[in-house]
């Protein structure tokens, strides 16, 4: 009888640990396939001037101006930016763009990436401002502009 009383004790204590784990696992399942609404939203990206120089004498020469930016996402969830792109500049001083640098798979939240512009200044120019207008996508595919969209001409 006593036996019986264990064995009894044994098969109800493995059907609740065989319950938890049932359980634990379905609430794991969920949490891997649910949404989460940290991933859809906006990248808090920030675009600091790192260096400006002329690639070689020839880039002087043809008064090509490169400019390192880097490109920090300052968010503090999971917002990363993918497929950020510098889409154009505003320049003054009949400067223009003329290379937007490299595409950016991903720019992780507390992360950043160098991107060089390169500038045509024209000769007489010794300064000119610029704002630089960029693209990007959250984890769900939702675009967004930085700082705005870009103006047309």
């Given at each position: ?92 001083g ?26 045509n ?18 984890q ?14």
């Amino acid at each position: 009888m006593k036996l019986i009383q264990k064995l009894g004790l044994v098969v109800v204590t493995v059907c609740l640990i065989a319950l938890v784990l049932v359980q634990g696992i379905g609430a794991i399942g969920n949490a891997a396939v649910g949404e989460y609404s940290c991933y859809c939203t906006q990248p808090v990206l920030s675009l600091t001037q790192e260096n400006i120089y002329w690639g070689s004498f020839a880039a002087y020469e043809a008064r090509t101006l490169s400019v390192d930016y880097d490109v920090s996402n300052l968010s503090d969830n999971y917002a990363n930016a993918h497929n950020l792109q510098i889409v154009g500049t505003s320049n003054t001083g009949g400067v223009s763009s003329i290379n937007n640098g490299r595409d950016i798979n991903m720019v992780s939240a507390g992360e950043c990436e160098l991107v060089t512009v390169k500038y045509n200044v024209p000769p007489g120019v010794g300064a000119f401002n610029t704002r630089v207008y960029a693209t990007t996508k959250d984890q769900c595919g939702n675009s967004y502009d930085y700082p705005g969209p870009m103006p047309t001409p």
